[in-house]
């Protein structure tokens, strides 16, 4: 019983301090947001924010007392549907090896998705590690949609090329009769 007790007043104290306590990380992340000029709200757990005409969501758990934050961004677009799907794992391929950093690109079916994570032990190496990793973030979205508009672009030449014969409209009033003798004769 009295182990018991102890586990619960060791819950209470460590939810008490920064690494125990989600709503705090939360908090001075938001908080440092806002004392650079980005306008950040909360909602559903996670702290959604607009940079340079992008949407990012940040979300934050402890796994083993440590920290971890995980940052992402999301484009939905029409003309990134209609690409085929190797033509997305192919952009998603070359965003994460041409840059070498802690940002991935996800090249899912009508939405590309861009997510870093890093792990933390207090509140100064989080805000540290958070600016790092989100300019790295920065620097894969920006030439994932470098990349998607050069493919866009390129789909949009492909369709515009015709390939083959162009053939007109059928007339109802031939003789069916008379084009199957036209056939017979080649």
């Known amino acids: 019983m009295k182990t018991g007790r102890l586990r619960k007043l060791a819950g209470f104290w460590k939810e008490c301090f920064f690494m125990g306590n989600v709503c705090k990380m939360r908090k001075a992340l938001m908080r440092y947001l806002q004392e650079e000029g980005v306008k950040c709200e909360l909602s559903d757990g996670e702290i959604a924010f607009d940079y340079s005409n992008g949407s990012f969501c940040a979300s934050f758990g402890v ?17 990134y549907a209609k690409l085929d799907p190797k033509d997305k794992a192919l952009m998603a391929d070359r965003v994460n090896i041409g840059l070498y950093n802690h940002a ?9 998705t861009v997510k870093t994570s890093f792990y933390f032990t207090n509140r100064k190496r989080m805000i540290n590690l958070f600016t790092l990793h989100f300019d790295e973030l920065n620097q894969s979205v920006s030439c994932a949609v470098e990349e998607l508009l050069r493919m866009i672009d390129e789909n949009k030449k492909n369709q515009e090329r015709r390939i083959g014969f162009h053939i007109g409209t059928h007339d109802d009033d031939d003789d069916p009769q008379e084009e199957a003798g036209i056939a017979s004769k080649r």
Do not use: R
């Open 104 to 112: 991935t690109v996800y090249a899912e079916e009508d939405v590309f």
């Open 63 to 79: 796994v083993d007392g440590m920290g971890e934050c995980c940052v992402v961004f999301q484009c939905e677009d029409e003309d």
